[in-house]
């Protein structure tokens, strides 16, 4: 029923209307979810939820409780070299997690904007070393949060900040009534929320741009599935470093620039070659260009233009009207940007 009616939130005619479209989905699934287990609870217990299937969180009824819960770290773990196996694995997994999170929010965002992925990994350090002293467990950016927070029309950091308050509002004074909340509402929302960011639309997409774009993305995926999030990025890691030797990876582009009175020309001119690990350089010469400037993209060259570079290519030309900068795309072939709302 969760994913009826989240589904059922999707429909146009309620996305069209003013009130119900400020109401998400998913709250909607979860309250009702909550409502009729306890329906069940009080005429049909044979099929209330058993508490091992409810969300378990430790209720604070006063100020001693709250103590208890916060809890210093063990010092005698700091001896033991399992700990800092643990600690390293987390710390890797949490910053892929993070780091793949903001790659997804970020084509989220109407206005294409690009986060800074070393101020986040630095925040999320300094976090996860100030919780688990607290008795707190690791951090990491997540999609469900940024999605959520996109679909509500939020704008700036702010609603970070606003989201992380409302958290844990909620843990100190609605412990009661979130304990009420069945894991499989919540199953329901990660299962259309993973499907939104991985429709079939994709496998179609990525397989029509070639072997060399598809089965790094597809062993990926694999290896995801059948291993854990570390081993499977390594994996395709390790896949897409080999494409990347058999295309003979040179350099991304030739950067030229002619002073005019009115605007400034400036040519970059792609290489033979331009593949994934060229999009950061590329991406932050496309951030640093001067206002009011003319830019011609040129891909005469290029036998081979990754994807990802193209995409942020097309980004970049999407925005690029509120610097008052004219983009003009030479010699590239246009591809369709997937669409990943």
């Not at 773990?77 to 892929?96: D, E, K, N, Q, R």
């Not at 990802?308 to 610097?323: M, N, P, Q, S, Y």
């Amino acid at each position: 029923m969760s994913l009826a009616i989240i589904l059922l939130w999707d429909n146009p005619k309620i996305k069209n209307n003013k009130f119900l479209k400020l109401i998400p989905g998913a709250l909607v699934a979860v309250l009702m979810a909550i409502l009729i287990n306890m329906l069940f609870i009080n005429f049909l217990p044979a099929l209330a939820i058993a508490p091992t299937h409810l969300v378990n969180l430790p209720v604070l009824g006063s100020i001693s409780d709250f103590k208890s819960e916060v809890k210093f770290m063990d010092i005698s773990g700091l001896t033991s070299p399992a700990t800092y196996i643990v600690a390293f694995t987390i710390a890797i997994v949490a910053s892929l997690e993070t780091l793949l999170s903001i790659e997804a929010i970020d084509k989220l965002d109407p206005h294409k904007r690009r986060s800074d992925t070393n101020r986040e990994l630095k925040a999320q350090g300094v976090g996860n070393i100030i919780a688990p002293l607290l008795g707190g467990l690791p951090m990491t950016a997540v999609i469900v949060r940024g999605s959520t927070n996109v679909s509500a029309g939020a704008q700036t950091r702010v609603s970070s900040f606003v989201h992380g308050l409302f958290l844990a509002l909620s843990v100190m004074f609605l412990a009661g009534l979130m304990n009420q909340i069945p894991l499989s509402a919540l199953a329901a929302v990660l299962l259309v929320v993973g499907f939104k960011l991985t429709k079939p639309a994709l496998y179609k997409t990525q397989f029509k741009l070639g072997l060399d774009q598809f089965i790094p993305f597809i062993v990926t995926v694999l290896a995801i599935l059948f291993t854990d999030l570390l081993i499977g990025i390594c994996v395709g890691l390790v896949v897409g470093v080999f494409f990347i030797l058999k295309a003979n990876y040179k350099s991304p582009y030739f950067y030229h620039k002619e002073e005019h009175r009115d605007k400034n020309l400036i040519r970059i001119k792609l290489s033979e070659h331009v593949s994934f690990l060229n999009k950061a350089s590329i991406i932050l010469t496309l951030d640093h260009l001067p206002e009011n400037s003319h830019v011609i993209i040129d891909g005469e060259n290029s036998a081979y233009i990754d994807y990802d570079v193209l995409e942020a290519i097309h980004e970049f030309k999407k925005t690029a009207h509120e610097r008052n900068i004219k983009v003009e795309l030479v010699n590239i072939d246009e591809v369709e940007v997937m669409d990943m709302h």
